[in-house]
C-alpha cells in the first residue's frame, strides 16, 4: 500500500517554507506521493453544495495553484511522486492543461499524477465563462483531448465542446502514454465513465460504505468494459487526521496508527492502491503521526 500526504497549500499553514517543509520531510520519511488540490476563488457568501447552502472553510480564501506549487516542489526532491487531487478540469483549456502536466512531467522526471474533477461551485464555473453543460460527458471529452495533447506531434481534437486543429503541441509528458490520470467520481454514471475509459478512481473517505460502494461499482464498470480492475489504480483521499488515541474500536483511516494499520489491510483488500492524509496539523505534527504507519 502506497501512503502519502497532502502539502499544506490552503490557510494559514501555507507558504513556501511550510510546503518545502512537508515535501522534503515526506521524502526523507520514505512516503510515496504528496498532493495538492484546486480552488479557484471563495465566495464571501454562502455557497450552494449537495443543494444545501454552506459557508466555506476560512481556509479557501487562501489556496496556492496546484501546479506551480508542485513545479516547486519537483525542484526540493528527487523521488516523491506529485499529484494532484484536484484540479477542475473544466475550469481549463484541455490542450494548455495538458501541456502544463506535460512540463511539470519533464521538470520531475515523469512523478506527475494527474488528479482531475468536475467541480462542485457554481461561482467558479462563472468566474471561468463556463457553462455546467459541461458537466458529465463534457467532461470526459476535455480528459479525451488532454490525452490527444500528449500523442506524437501533430495532434487535433474534434469533439463537441473542444476541438483544434493539427498542431504541434510539447513537450510531452516523459511516458509515451501520459503520466496516470484519477477521477474523482461520485455519481454511478460518472464512476462508469471512469472505469470504461481506463482511468484510475480517487475517491474521498465517507466512511466503509460508501467507499465499498463505489468501489464495487467501479470494479464491475471495468469488467464491463473489457478491463481488468486490479490495473486501475484507486487513491483514496482522506480529510482528516491521524490519532494519538483510538478512535472507537473499529479499523479506520482516521484514528490511531493501530486502527489506521488495519484499516489499510482492509482497504487493500477492496483494490485500493494508495492512500494520503489532508490533515489540519503544523508539519511537525503531520510527518511525525504520519511517519508511524511506515514499517
Do not use: C
Not at 27 to 49: I, K
Not at 60 to 82: D, F, I, K
Amino acid at each position: 500500500m502506497k501512503l502519502g500526504l497532502a502539502l499544506p497549500t490552503a490557510g494559514e499553514l501555507a507558504g513556501a517554507e511550510a510546503i518545502a517543509k512537508a515535501a522534503e520531510g515526506a521524502e526523507q520519511l520514505g512516503l510515496d506521493s504528496v498532493w495538492t488540490f484546486e480552488r479557484l476563488l471563495a465566495p464571501t457568501g454562502p455557497v450552494s453544495m449537495g443543494g444545501q447552502e454552506i459557508a466555506l472553510p476560512e481556509a479557501y480564501g487562501n489556496v496556492y495553484s496546484p501546479l506551480e506549487v508542485l513545479a516547486y516542489v519537483a525542484a526540493r526532491t528527487n523521488r516523491v511522486r506529485l499529484g494532484t487531487s484536484v484540479v477542475v478540469g473544466p475550469l481549463h483549456n484541455p490542450a494548455d492543461l495538458a501541456r502544463r502536466f506535460a512540463t511539470l512531467d519533464q521538470l520531475s522526471n515523469g512523478r506527475v499524477v494527474v488528479g482531475l474533477g468536475q467541480g462542485w461551485m457554481q461561482q467558479e464555473y462563472d468566474a471561468a465563462g463556463v457553462p455546467r453543460s459541461r458537466l458529465g460527458a463534457g467532461f470526459g471529452e476535455l480528459i479525451e483531448a488532454m490525452r490527444a495533447a500528449w500523442r506524437p506531434d501533430p495532434v487535433s481534437f474534434e469533439g463537441r465542446h473542444y476541438r483544434y486543429a493539427e498542431s504541434r503541441i510539447s513537450p510531452k509528458p516523459v511516458r509515451p502514454d501520459g503520466p496516470p490520470i484519477l477521477v474523482a467520481a461520485g455519481a454511478p454514471a460518472s464512476i462508469r465513465r471512469t472505469a470504461a475509459a481506463g482511468l484510475g478512481l480517487n475517491p474521498g473517505w465517507h466512511g466503509w460504505d460508501a467507499l465499498t460502494a463505489g468501489i464495487d461499482g467501479f470494479h464491475q464498470a471495468a469488467r464491463d468494459a473489457g478491463r481488468d480492475p486490479a490495473t486501475l489504480p484507486i487513491v483514496l483521499r482522506v480529510n482528516g487526521r491521524i490519532t494519538e488515541q483510538a478512535q472507537g474500536t473499529e479499523p479506520t483511516v482516521i484514528g490511531s496508527p493501530d486502527q489506521i494499520a488495519e484499516a489499510l489491510a482492509k482497504l487493500e483488500g477492496l483494490g485500493v492502491t494508495e492512500v494520503f492524509w489532508s490533515m489540519d496539523l503544523p508539519i511537525d505534527e503531520q510527518l511525525e503521526l504520519i511517519g508511524r504507519l511506515i514499517p
